[in-house]
T-cell receptor, first 111, second 116 residues
Framework: RKEVEQDPGPFNVPEGATVAFNCTYSNSASQSFFWYRQDCRKEPKLLMSVYSSGNEDGRFTAQLNRASQYISLLIRDSKLSDSATYLCAVNGLGSNYQLIWGAGTKLIIKP | EPEVTQTPSHQVTQMGQEVILRCVPISNHLYFYWYRQILGQKVEFLVSFYNNEISEKSEIFDDQFSVERPDGSNFTLKIRSTKLEDSAMYFC??????????????FGPGTRLTVL
């Protein structure tokens, strides 16, 4: 089993729709979870940290399910500018929180 | 807003040559990282650096790689003898301190390395 797995997509979604991604992780000892957004040939940019209680930032909601070892990202009222690849990252076994990455889910918002 | 910077943005080199990729982390950060991303693939951890020494490294980070923080600001990745498969985007990242609210890693814009 891969350490961090994501559905590669692409998800083709009409503007204004709600879309959700999941990401599963294999290491039950992981403590930190993140969603990053990556535009083509650019660096990953932090979208949200994911907390145990779930967290919301505007149109974005992140959830953590430790029992099933997955995190989710929900995007409401999607905009054309949301088109990007969404990367899930989980801290590795080391003590310095190096990140282990999923391969990303590509999202295409259509007008 | 403080940011991580990297130079050069694009480096083209011949196979077997040495390259040095440079990063300036955010000034009050203490943990530094290098990651790479081969085109079309996932981001991969290479090495982490804290208190002037390597703290973790991956299997990718073999003897041809080295890192250094030669002064108070720069953080460099050296590839001694480049191979074709080293062609990738190399991202530097930095982090302030351990802790749930401050363990976010901030990434530089990357250096695209092309080995011919």
């Amino acid at each position: 089993r891969k350490e961090v797995e994501q559905d590669p997509g692409p998800f083709n979604v009409p503007e204004g729709a709600t879309v959700a991604f999941n990401c599963t992780y294999s290491n039950s000892a992981s403590q930190s979870f993140f969603w990053y957004r990556q535009d083509c040939r650019k660096e990953p940019k932090l979208l949200m940290s994911v907390y145990s209680s779930g967290n919301e930032d505007g149109r974005f909601t992140a959830q953590l399910n430790r029992a099933s070892q997955y995190i989710s990202l929900l995007i409401r009222d999607s905009k054309l500018s949301d088109s990007a690849t969404y990367l899930c990252a989980v801290n590795g076994l080391g003590s310095n929180y190096q990140l282990i990455w999923g391969a990303g889910t590509k999202l295409i918002i259509k007008p | 807003e403080p940011e991580v910077t990297q130079t050069p943005s694009h480096q083209v080199t011949q196979m077997g040559q040495e390259v040095i990729l440079r990063c300036v982390p955010i000034s009050n950060h203490l943990y530094f990282y290098w990651y790479r991303q081969i085109l079309g693939q996932k981001v991969e951890f290479l090495v982490s650096f804290y208190n002037n020494e390597i703290s973790e490294k991956s299997e990718i980070f073999d003897d041809q790689f080295s890192v250094e923080r030669p002064d108070g600001s720069n953080f460099t990745l050296k590839i001694r003898s480049t191979k074709l498969e080293d062609s990738a985007m190399y991202f530097c990242a930095s982090r302030a301190l351990a802790g749930s609210s401050t363990d976010t890693q901030y990434f530089g814009p990357g250096t695209r390395l092309t080995v011919l």
